[in-house]
């Protein structure tokens, strides 16, 4: 199905991005959010208001506010026409390697958006690489590699290591065991 101007209506994607030791967050997504529908940038913090409350973690770095921190997003203005969300948590990856490569991108601007693009990426692929450069556990990573085009939906299943899908609909939390 695609929407009257040529373009596959499949959701958004983005990534907030955990540091395992400290709890510190980032979001980033990417998208067409300048003139140019053909360019997609990088937005994060630093480029628009998306901010994310820390993340309290325990002794075994599980993430005890997972529910302030999904709320917050799915509340934000930026997002508030974009319906239901969905996330899962993908353990195992590095922090590190994941800012340098969102951070990578982001700085260069505007580039080529469509995942078929020489060069190009999308919302969905950008997250899909985001775990591919993170040296995400195996597993995960093998899910990602056979999607010939990455979907929201599929990296949130694909990224699953926690064996739980979150549900933000209506600023409720729901939970489902995988």
Sequence with gaps: MGAKDGTI??????????????????YY?????????????????????LSVPDAKLDLSG????????????????????????????????SYQKMVAFAEDLRSKGETPYGPFKYNGTNCARFVADLIIKGDAPLT???????????????????????ETIYTVENNKLTTKNT
């Design 9 to 26: 209506e499949a959701g958004h994607a983005g990534a907030i991005l955990v540091d395992g030791e400290k709890g510190t967050t980032k």
């Design 29 to 49: 997504d990417y998208g067409r959010y300048g003139k140019n529908k053909d360019k997609g940038i990088v937005r994060c913090s630093v480029t628009h208001s």
């Design 62 to 93: 599980d993430i005890c506010n997972i529910d302030k921190i999904l709320l917050s997003i799915a509340g934000n203005s930026l997002f508030s026409d974009y319906g239901k969300m969905i996330a899962s948590v993908c353990k195992g990856g």
């Design 140 to 162: 995960v990573v093998a899910d990602v590699w056979t999607n010939v085009t990455p979907s929201p939906k599929g990296n949130v299943e694909n990224a699953d290591t926690e």
